[in-house]
């Protein structure tokens, strides 16, 4: 299984970005919970937002309502739409996946219960 993420860049405070996850070498089941993970320096990984295969999503506080996650599940792909983006964004930012039967409740936001993992895309928000 494979999670190749791309999209990241530098961008004005206030600007936008899309990044995007390409998933291959698996099956569905194995897609079928989605997230975005972001780490910036000396911090620890924090979670910014997942989706499931039937399209319910979840965010963390920080970002809703400037970043919208989605999927195109024919193209195995997830995108993370980021607006009004703050320098405090600026992060590498981290994909990954696994199966939804893995989750319970809220531990969807748990980086440690995702097996599969992208490569990580630098998002720099300059003020």
């Known amino acids: 299984v494979q999670l190749q993420a791309s999209g990241g860049g530098l961008v004005q405070a206030g600007g936008s970005l899309r990044l995007s996850c390409a998933a291959s070498?698996?099956?569905?089941?194995?897609?079928?919970?989605m997230g975005w993970f972001r780490q910036a320096p000396g911090k620890e990984r924090e979670f910014v937002a997942a989706i499931m295969w039937s399209s319910g999503t979840y965010y963390a506080d920080s970002v809703k309502g400037r970043f919208t996650i989605s999927r195109d599940n024919a193209r195995n792909t997830v995108y993370l739409q980021m607006n009004s983006l703050k320098p405090e964004d600026t992060a590498v930012y981290y994909c990954?996946?696994?199966?939804?039967?893995?989750?319970?409740?809220?531990?969807?936001?748990?980086?440690?219960?995702?097996?599969?993992w992208g490569q990580g895309t630098l998002v720099t928000v300059s003020s």
């Open positions: 070498g698996g099956t569905y089941s194995t897609y079928s919970m």
């Open positions: 990954a996946g696994d199966s939804i039967l893995k989750f319970s409740t809220g531990t969807y936001s748990n980086w440690a219960k995702y097996d599969y």
